[in-house]
């Protein structure tokens, strides 16, 4: 076994850690007895006792950062992180890429903060595939912006200049 001498020593037991002979290789933290330690409940010898888990609290979703920004409630610098890791939504139509919206002040692509605000603008059968926000960044044609939830309660429109901005601050944090 793996970090175990595997030399027999006397008594003829070969790899197996607590009979008379054998040594450990590396650091072993010592165990308490069996029994010991909180009420009697002690991890068995050999095995870490392990400190209860308590969950990281999970970001924002991408939908709550939309809302907590346009609100004002949420800096530019969080909502960039946010939308950088969450998992956004797209429409497809038959070639690849993003469909693009070329009826507004300048071409912008639509996008989803999840699958229900997608079918919500495009239909229930709508093709779509996903990618991450700094996919998104990185994919985004230069000159475009997008709309995040098009029909949904916060729309959200980010043109071309801020779309510029988000790459560049992506880049900053990225590579410093």
Known sequence: M???????????????????????????????PYGAG????????????????????????????????TSGSLAVEDFQHVFAT??????RGENPGFLALHDTQQPVIPLFTSLKELRRY????????????????????TGYGFVLDMEGEHRMVVDAKAVEEMVDFAMRRMYG
């Open 2 to 32: 793996y970090g175990y001498d595997q030399n027999a020593g006397p008594g003829g037991h070969q790899g197996h850690p607590g009979h008379p002979g054998q040594h450990q290789q590396g650091y072993a933290a010592p165990q308490p």
């Open 122 to 141: 495009a239909g229930r059968e709508s093709k779509y595939f996903t990618v991450t926000g700094a996919e998104v960044l990185d994919l985004l044609p």
């Open 86 to 91: 969450a998992k956004i939504y797209c429409p």
């Open 38 to 69: 909180d009420g009697g409940y002690a991890a068995a010898p050999g095995y870490a006792a392990q400190a209860p888990h308590y969950p990281e609290p999970s970001p924002p979703s991408l939908a709550e950062a939309v809302r907590a920004f």
